[in-house]
């Protein structure tokens, strides 16, 4: 038998489950971001503000150790303080975004190496799904499981009556912390897929979030009005998060414009990574 009929044979190894071949993508895109000492570390320091928090529960459940440090300190625990929380957290985890989220989609599409993915038994979906995974789970470990844990502690030191009264707080965190979660990714991955280079990727995130806030700001100041919160990204999540925490509403109530929003982000984001991420290209 000829030596190059020996060489090349058929794989003949178990498969990875169909269900599962996403998962490939998303330890291996885990493991690129973590690569970066500076992703790491960042990643490292976005558990102060939980361990911030967590220490203010502590100190209000211990007035000795207030004491003992001569310190006067009353803060609520209740729905306005996890709100609080959130709302910082969510921005250290955007910062976090804004670095790593570059570099999911963009590589692959400036090397071609797309096409290498989707000829081997990976569909778009599949793929999508893989990088998706990758910025819904490292964002919900920056942002609403923290918080789960500090609800629980406050939970077992709160008491019953606390308990009791406050127990729907869990599953706003869960869902505040989710929509925020999908929308960030969603558009972190849109601006990945239509901009090469990583640094300018970067610079697009943080600029939709500080020029949509300044610019809609302006409009609330020129035109009298608060429409323009609407243009704020983060305003938008603090409209819809106050109708999940149960909080007042401002003055004038955009909680249903800002879900409406919210979700033409989503599906524009949608719309433009399926418009880019093609197992083919035609190239005029």
Known sequence: MAVYKLTYQGYDGPRTPAGSRFLVLYRYARRAIFHSKLLLGFFVVCFLVPLFNLLIVYAMHNPAFLNRLNI????????????????????????????????LIAPDLANG??????????????????KFAVLFVLLSELTWIPGLVLFAVQCSVGGPEWRAA??????????????????????????????KWRIVAGAALLGIYFFGAGFGQAINLVLQTQNGYLLDLMQLHLIVWSGIFRLAPPPLSLEVEAWAVLAAICAASLWLILKKVRPLEVVR
Not at 77 to 102: E, V
Request: charged share 10%; no cysteine; aromatic share 18%.
């Open 113 to 130: 190496a797309l096409s290498l993915y989707l000829s081997r038994p990976l569909r778009r979906v599949e793929y999508l799904a893989g």
């Open 166 to 195: 406050n127990y729907w707080i869990g599953f706003s965190l869960i869902e505040a912390g989710v929509v925020w979660v999908v929308v960030i990714s969603l558009l972190a991955l849109a601006l990945s897929a239509w901009v």
């Open 72 to 103: 006067h300190l009353v803060i609520n625990i209740n729905r306005g303080f996890f709100n609080t929380y959130l709302k910082y957290q969510s921005f250290m985890a955007f910062l976090f975004t804004a670095f790593a989220a570059p570099g």
